[in-house]
């Protein structure tokens, strides 16, 4: 069974910034492509963004490209989502995800076969 833990969310005014991350303790997340998304009450899960497993290419949401920047610390066996100018759209629980997929633009949510628990993002002043 797949473990991992998505932390660091909380609450930030527009424009700000915080830093996601997504640690794994029974696997290593190199093994997968690993992304994020992100779900509204009323709304799917819309891929945010994706680190690939095979060559550590890195892919966004179009309305994210320029603030969100994705990276993998294969080291601390951890995938980071630092984000930046912060919208109020921005706001949600936030996932990270692994997909057995090793390439690739993966930013559809049955791309993905194991997913941890959500952090929750609110963005408001």
């Known amino acids: 069974q797949l473990q991992f833990v998505a932390s660091g969310g909380g609450l930030v005014q527009p424009g700000g910034s915080l830093r996601l991350s997504c640690t794994a303790s029974?696997?290593?997340?190199?093994?997968?492509?690993i992304g994020w998304f992100r779900q509204v009450p009323g709304k799917e899960r819309e891929g945010v963004s994706c680190v690939s497993s095979s060559d550590a290419s890195t892919f966004y949401l179009d309305s994210v490209k320029g603030r969100f920047t994705i990276s993998r610390d294969d080291a601390k066996n951890t995938v980071y989502l630092q984000m930046t100018n912060l919208k109020t759209e921005d706001a949600g629980v936030y996932f990270c995800a692994a997909s057995k997929i090793i390439s690739g633009r993966l930013l559809s949510e049955d791309q993905y076969d194991y997913w941890g628990p959500g952090t929750q993002i609110t963005v408001s002043s």
């Open positions: 029974t696997f290593t997340l190199a093994w997968y492509t």
